[in-house]
């Protein structure tokens, strides 16, 4: 058979998972099951198989499903990496020889220094893992010129494991690495069309957190356009997250209460609080365990600390706000590497900015905020808001994850 034809073994490297303790058969069941359905996207998964515990895992399939493979490896939170193994016979020789390929796979990536890590849980394997290293490194220094050892610091790690067959392996490509989606319970993401909000959701995605989202729309002030703008962006995470399911909820009525009932100046800060206020109640409709906003300190006038004091001074639920201590240009460069900064730019404006004062205040107090905000009397529309709003799922697989025989 020739290496084109073999079918695939693909051996993951877990991220903090090992760190978990306790914790950590639940997180790899999670891990397992977030990958199958990542696996299962679209189609039948045709041949693919997804087993492993105790912090190693493998993925086996044909050939041809390599694209699908590492595009849900690519996905997927809770892996620090992911490598393509040869599988061999399980002979000194034969393990030589797939170190040496090996070996020159890392010189073709540019790769000019190694070392060699070899694990047998075989005992009857005639070498243990200083001699399969001490082999390996003399076969690699004949056959594979230009790649030197070093062990302290060394650019490529080739690994070998016997058991109940020998692989060898070398991590190829970085996994997103942080906790499986579903770990951390789901948090409720205001998600608005900004280049901040979508990579808010995908760094608590990041720690576990499973996501939902929403968005309030200012029909006709905002268009369609700004709708379908979010809805791709909530589509674009939640391929990362397993789907997001996304509310739009009319904010129209509340957005014309607000400009007709408060100073100028103070519009902004009662549209957040009217956003956290209704956000708050749909959350806990949903069993949602905190609200998720983009904002960062200080980016605009509705940022600054005594501003977001007033926006959350109505909330019970924790506000997570993982964008807070983050400059603009890394959350742009996070937003490029996720996918979403693109769609984020095109150019549908936002409710916000519509409303937004020529002066707004800048550092407003609890109390002052709380009074205008009880005088708006906003519960009626808020209510409206919440009972007429639509939900959209975006972003999930395809189809869900064919049950397998090992499925725990
Ligand atoms: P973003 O890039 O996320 O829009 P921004 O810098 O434009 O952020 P603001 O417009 O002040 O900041 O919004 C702050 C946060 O409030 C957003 O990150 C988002 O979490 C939430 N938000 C703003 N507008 C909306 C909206 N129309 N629907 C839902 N959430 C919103
Ligand atoms: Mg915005």
């Given amino acids: 058979m020739s290496a084109a034809e073999e079918p695939l073994i693909y051996i993951l490297k877990p991220g903090e998972l090992v ?35 105790r912090g190693r895992f493998f993925v086996h399939g044909p050939p041809e499903a390599a694209p699908r493979i590492e595009e849900a490896l690519g996905r997927l939170f809770g892996i620090a990496g ?38 047998r849980t075989d005992k009857s394997f005639p070498l243990d893992s200083y001699g399969i290293c001490v082999g390996a490194g003399q076969e690699l220094a004949a ?23 020998a692989y060898v392996y070398a991590l190829a490509s970085e996994g997103l690495r942080g906790l499986p989606v579903g770990t951390a319970g ?3 993401l205001l998600l608005s069309g900004g280049i901040d909000s979508p990579v808010a959701g995908f760094r608590m995605a990041s720690r576990g957190m499973g996501i939902d989202a929403v968005y309030f729309h200012a029909f006709p002030y905002t268009g369609e356009e700004a709708r379908q703008k979010v809805i791709r962006l909530a589509g674009i995470v939640g391929r990362y997250t397993l789907g997001i399911r996304l509310w739009t909820l009319g904010f129209t009525e509340i957005q014309q209460k607000i400009k007709a009932g ?3 100046a103070w519009c902004t800060v009662m549209l957040r609080m009217a956003m956290m206020d209704c956000a708050e109640k749909l959350a ?8 998720i906003t983009g904002e960062s300190l200080s980016q605009v006038a509705s940022q600054t600390i005594e501003n977001l004091s007033c926006t959350e001074s109505l909330v ?42 020529p002066h707004p205040v800048l550092r407003g107090r609890v109390e002052e905020a709380r009074r205008y905000y009880a005088a708006l009397e906003l519960e009626e529309p808020v209510g409206r808001a919440l009972r007429e709003g639509v939900m959209e799922k975006c972003g999930f697989p395809e189809s869900p994850a064919v049950p397998q025989e090992n499925e725990p």
């Fill in 82 to 119: 992911w490598a393509r193994a040869r599988k061999c016979e399980k002979t000194p020789d034969a393990v030589f020889a797939a170190c040496v390929l090996e070996g020159k796979a890392l010189y073709d990536r540019g790769l000019r220094s190694y070392k060699i890590e070899a694990r």
């Fill in 284 to 291: 806990r409709r949903i069993k949602a365990k905190c609200l």
């Fill in 186 to 188: 789901r948090g409720l």
């Fill in 143 to 165: 056959k594979a010129p230009g790649l030197r050892v070093d062990v302290h610091g060394p650019q490529g790690i080739i690994q070998v494991e016997i058991r109940e067959k």
């Fill in 19 to 53: 760190l978990k303790g306790g914790n950590r058969e639940g997180f790899e069941r999670i891990l397992i099951r977030n990958l199958r359905t990542l696996l299962a996207a679209g189609k039948r998964p045709g041949g693919i198989r997804v087993e492993g515990a």
């Fill in 262 to 264: 408060v100073p100028e």
């Fill in 316 to 357: 019970e639920l924790p506000v997570l706000r993982p964008l807070i201590g983050t400059g603009k240009e890394e959350i742009i460069s996070q937003a490029q590497a996720i996918g979403t900064y693109e769609t984020s730019i095109l150019p549908y404006q936002d409710c916000c900015v519509l409303f937004s004062p």
